[in-house]
């Protein structure tokens, strides 16, 4: 039997027609950018998260470049991120006119803490983005601590996280402001790509709004240079769907997590991932840390099982940052993750003989 690492048509097939009706009444409206569905979906996301802002962005990417962009960055201001995540989050910092400066992580949680952001802090360090890695949170309370004694902004890259939370706090209500991305695989998906700015902060709530289109909120006069960054109302109206039905499909996938938890527990060579008290993890990767990673990959790519490698390389070792100077052995836990982990299909709609099966083929692979 093999196992698809996602299948979104399984998800499409079981609210088809909810969604459809989304999307005629769009068509019939032919009112596809920014308009009412974003608007509500802009409220409905404040709500949900906890904040009284949000706002519609074209991507993930953009809900952090924009909020960056709107520190107004002077040459040299610097940002901590760390180097064990996508790339978007240091491209976005880049692109906003900052220098990053990339930071380890703690290698249980797979995140940042307060204690390796400031490993790379210096003077110029304006902001820090801490990416709440799989599905867990890096811990708020902390890394919110240690920016406020420095003047710093804290901007959360949630693009994973939605519907995750830390002792209550809501990622993306944990910071200065979130940033969600509803790129179709992520835990909250669009049918293209999408994300969302959230933020307690009305005057940055304004400012982003401005910068996503053009830098201006009346047509034709502009304060400051935006870009063109609006979300679509077809989006907004697919999204505003999946929005009501996304506690349920958390609470499967934490099921298949503790699943895998059980039935993977023992496995010589595998280390399942931690969940830190306080947490609720959203598992929009299920990812494990195991010995003899390649061969393991290629084994169960061979028996038609998916599985996937959220990250092969450190960003302070990527080729278009060589200027920054990353060299190898800078950032040990996240070099040694980089060669550990692989990602298994952990999707809602999985099913429990399918889990069996992932654990059976990894088990049989090191029994071996
Ligand atoms: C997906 C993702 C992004 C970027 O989102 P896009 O919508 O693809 O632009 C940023 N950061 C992380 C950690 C992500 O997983």
């Known amino acids: 039997?093999?196992?698809?690492?996602?299948?979104?048509?399984?998800?499409?097939?079981?609210?088809?027609?909810?969604?459809?009706?989304?999307?005629?009444r769009v068509v019939t409206s032919q009112g596809f950018v920014m308009g009412p569905e974003v608007q509500g979906l802009e409220g409905e996301i404040a709500a949900y998260v906890g904040v009284p802002h949000a706002v519609g962005v074209a991507s993930g990417t953009d809900a952090i470049l924009l909020p960056l962009r709107a520190l107004d960055p002077r040459p040299g201001d610097e940002v901590v991120i760390p180097a064990f995540t996508f790339f978007a989050t240091a491209g976005a910092v880049w692109n906003a006119g900052f220098k990053p400066v990339f930071c380890d992580v703690d290698p249980a949680s797979f995140n940042v803490t307060a204690e390796t952001l400031d490993a790379a802090w210096t003077a110029r360090t304006r902001a820090?983005?801490?990416?709440?890695?799989?599905?867990?949170?890096?811990?708020?309370?902390?890394?919110?601590?240690?920016?406020?004694?420095?003047?710093?902004f804290v901007l959360e890259d949630a693009a994973q996280a939605i519907g995750a939370s830390q002792g209550g706090a809501m990622a993306g209500s944990a910071g200065d402001a979130g940033a969600f991305s509803f790129f179709p695989t992520k835990n909250l998906g669009g049918f293209g790509d999408g994300g969302i700015v959230t933020?307690?902060?009305?005057?940055?709530?304004?400012?982003?709004?401005?910068?996503?289109?053009?830098?201006?909120?009346?047509?034709?006069?502009?304060?400051?240079?935006?870009t063109n960054s609006r979300l679509d109302a077809l989006q907004a109206a697919v999204l505003r769907v999946k929005l009501k039905h996304l506690d349920r499909w958390t609470r499967l996938r934490r099921r298949n997590a503790a699943l895998y938890d059980e039935v993977l527990a023992g496995v010589e060579g595998v280390r399942t991932p931690v969940a830190l008290p306080q947490q609720l993890h959203v598992y929009n990767q299920y990812t494990v840390r195991v010995d003899r990673r390649d061969e393991l990959r290629a084994f169960l790519t061979e028996r038609g099982i998916g599985n996937g490698l959220y990250y092969p390389l450190g960003l302070h070792l990527q080729a278009c940052f060589s200027s920054l100077g990353g060299r190898e052995g800078d950032l040990p836990n996240?070099?040694?993750l980089t060669r550990e982990v692989v990602s298994l299909p952990i999707f809602p709609e999985l099913t429990e003989g399918q889990i069996m099966e992932v654990a059976e083929s990894i088990r049989s692979f090191y029994a071996a």
Do not use: N
């Open 1 to 24: 039997m093999s196992v698809p690492f996602l299948d979104l048509t399984l998800q499409y097939r079981s609210i088809r027609t909810e969604i459809d009706e989304a999307i005629q």
């Open 128 to 152: 820090a983005v801490p990416v709440h890695l799989y599905g867990q949170m890096a811990p708020m309370d902390e890394i919110r601590a240690l920016a406020s004694r420095r003047g710093a």
């Open 199 to 226: 933020t307690t902060d009305e005057e940055l709530a304004e400012k982003v709004a401005k910068l996503r289109v053009h830098g201006g909120r009346q047509m034709y006069h502009h304060e400051m240079v935006g």
């Open 334 to 336: 996240t070099e040694r």
